[in-house]
């Protein structure tokens, strides 16, 4: 799609449509809150995969009861440093805030606090729900399954999700050193959005329903996802897939609904973070010492980029310059905002 077929739109504005979008769904203030912040930050930094382009697919799921409108996560477990996040099989972002939350002030008591959540739905950029704990000044990793999209290595089923993984790691004197990936070669929703544009999509990211591999993008969708570095990808999906659903009671990536289809069972997949204080351990000192010394060794070579800075200059550009979305897009999200059906 070109550029002239897209319209600049200031974050603000854009978080204030999703709000609209999702409340004349029937969603909760907090859903509609929580929701634009993490779809918008997605194409602040160029991650439109993550972004609202989900929108109208959670449109639908929310009106035909895949999703829960009325959701309200709730701390269904507690033993101090861990706990259990239910959100009641709503959209994610709300129960994801209140585990980041809590989970940022259980770390200053205990040193550490690890969150489950359970019963949920598409987490969206894993690093987003980071930030907070990062400029909290502590160490996050989050871990989220997803339904079947990869195979186990050596099969042919779709068993295991695309299963990102992210991590934030503060610094005294920048922003957190913030790493997100899928164990996909690419995370689904770029496929999706190739999908939704018409386009191709190159060879080596996925296979048809055949187990072809293809550069056909809706085929893709009928297919599997093929995982990075092979076995060892295969492997890391594997142990996201056990930390994510296995500790939280959730579905496993092959028992979940789709998060790409209106129609079908609730997803019910889980997402685990994990917040460390660093003061707890080497020290803040001695660890900010440390993280700027290897940061450092990283930036004498002149190719070398640090994770995420890519994404960051993307976000500045869209603060003063607005966010480039489809026109298309803005035109079924307004129709979806004012209780149409925006197909």
């Not at 979008?21 to 194409?43: E, F, I, K, P, R």
């Not at 829960?68 to 959209?91: E, H, M, S, W, Y």
């Not at 606090?113 to 690093?127: E, I, P, Y």
């Not at 070398?304 to 607005?322: C, F």
């Amino acid at each position: 799609m070109s550029e002239n077929e897209k319209q600049r739109v200031m974050p603000a504005d854009l978080r204030q449509l999703v709000r609209r979008v999702l409340s004349a769904s029937g969603a909760t203030q907090a859903t509609a809150d929580a929701a634009a912040q993490a779809l918008v930050y997605a194409d602040e930094r160029g991650l439109t995969s993550h972004g609202v382009a989900r929108l109208p697919m959670y449109v639908a799921q929310l009106r035909n009861g895949r999703v829960d409108a009325a959701a309200q996560p709730t701390i269904l477990r507690d033993k101090g440093a861990a706990f259990l996040v239910d959100a009641c099989d709503g959209l994610a972002f709300a129960a994801c805030d209140l585990a980041i939350r809590t989970g940022i002030a259980r770390a200053r008591d205990f040193g550490t606090a690890t969150a489950s959540v359970v019963r949920s739905h598409h987490f969206g950029a894993g690093a987003f729900h980071l930030e907070a704990a990062g400029a909290a000044g502590l160490v996050a990793l989050a871990f989220s399954n997803a339904p079947g999209a990869m195979p186990a290595w050596g099969g042919t089923r779709p068993l295991f999700g695309t299963n990102p993984i992210a991590a934030a790691f503060p610094r005294a004197k920048a922003p957190p050193l913030m790493i997100d990936l899928s164990m996909s070669q690419v995370a689904r929703g770029k496929v999706m959005v190739a999908a939704q544009r018409g386009d191709s999509i190159p060879e080596g990211w996925a296979t048809d329903a055949d187990g072809q591999p293809t550069t056909n993008a809706r085929a893709a969708l009928d297919g599997m996802m093929l995982p990075f570095g092979g076995a060892k990808g295969a492997m890391l999906a594997l142990m996201v897939e056990l930390l994510a659903a296995a500790l939280s009671g959730a579905q496993f990536g092959a028992e979940a609904g789709s998060f790409l289809v209106a129609q079908g069972k609730r997803s019910r997949v889980g997402h685990l973070f994990w917040l460390i204080d660093p003061a707890a351990l080497a020290g803040t000192e001695a660890y900010q010492e440390r993280i700027e010394t290897l940061i450092e060794l990283m930036l004498m070579d002149e190719t070398v980029r640090l994770p995420g800075a890519r994404r960051d200059a993307i976000a500045q550009e869209a603060t003063h310059a607005g966010i480039a979305v489809p026109q298309d897009l803005l035109a079924q999200l307004e129709s979806l905002a004012a209780g149409c059906s925006g197909q």
